[in-house]
């Protein structure tokens, strides 16, 4: 289900690229902007979710492993960084 919400929030994204390269004829810019104002939503929840593994250093730690990090590289002014560039994410969403 979390890859559905994925799918569904790059959706606008994916029609807008569409539409530029002239793949759908009938699209007009209000359909595209009102699908695009009502799935900004979905795109607060990819960000909510990745902030939940920036909860504390050792959950952040884990997640970094995963993506193939070695561990004695992972340092905590990262987990601050990483939650810097989340929240203005956030805020430009």
Excluded: C, H
């Excluded at 390269?21 to 979905?42: D, H, K, P, Y």
């Excluded at 960000?47 to 990090?69: N, S």
């Amino acid at each position: 289900p979390l890859a559905l919400i994925d799918l569904v929030a790059i959706l606008p994204t994916i029609i807008k690229l569409s539409t530029f390269l002239g793949l759908f004829v009938g699209s007009t810019a209000a359909t595209s902007s009102i699908m695009g104002g009502a799935l900004i939503n979905l795109r607060l929840l990819r960000i909510l979710r990745l902030q939940r593994v920036l909860t504390d250093y050792e959950t952040f730690q884990k997640f970094e492993m995963a993506l193939g990090q070695d561990p004695s590289n992972i340092k905590p002014y990262q987990l601050q960084l990483a939650r810097v560039v989340i929240s203005i994410f956030t805020l430009l969403s």
